[in-house]
């Protein structure tokens, strides 16, 4: 049978982790040292920059809450395995993505490109953590840790609304984009608390 096998999540969290490393140091590439010392000069990378701030921001979220996820997992299988590589996919576009959108100066359609992307992670990574509650059950660490998501969901929602937005005004979907950061921000704390009641 396919996919009857099942592994711990060593290999899993180590590969996820060397690509997540990879994709912030292409961004850090990707970012253009200015033709001069003056703040004119500045001016022209100042775009870039701050888009890689933001990047940076997200790629360090997925990983921190990637790995509180995997640490509440006790094995995986394949299904699982191609769902961590769908997620790592639509994370390997981000600094495509940044680039864009740091280089056109926040216009519209490099603005919900942008979007697009931080969508399809988000629902990537829902797709991840609802095989794995699959593998493992409704009463394993994560399921109880995630509950109904509330989280998840109000993120994936707030990308949907950026993306339209943009072509009203980009500024509006660069705000929720930073604002879904920042909601984000802070590792999340559900599945922590799960583990540690489980060791009391």
Known sequence: MPYAFFMTTTRLEAFSDGVIAILITIMVLELKVPHGSDWASMRHTVF????????FAYLGIYWTNHHHMLHATQRVNGVVLWANLHLLFWLSLVPFATTWMGENHFTVLPTAGYGVVLLAAAVSYTILQNRII???GNSSKLAQAVGSDTKGKASMALYLSAIGLAFVHPLIADAIYVVVALIWLVPDQRIE????????
């Open 193 to 200: 608390k799960k583990i540690v009641e489980r060791h009391e």
């Open 48 to 55: 870039t920059l701050l888009m890689y701030v933001l990047s």
């Open 134 to 136: 699959a593998y493992e």
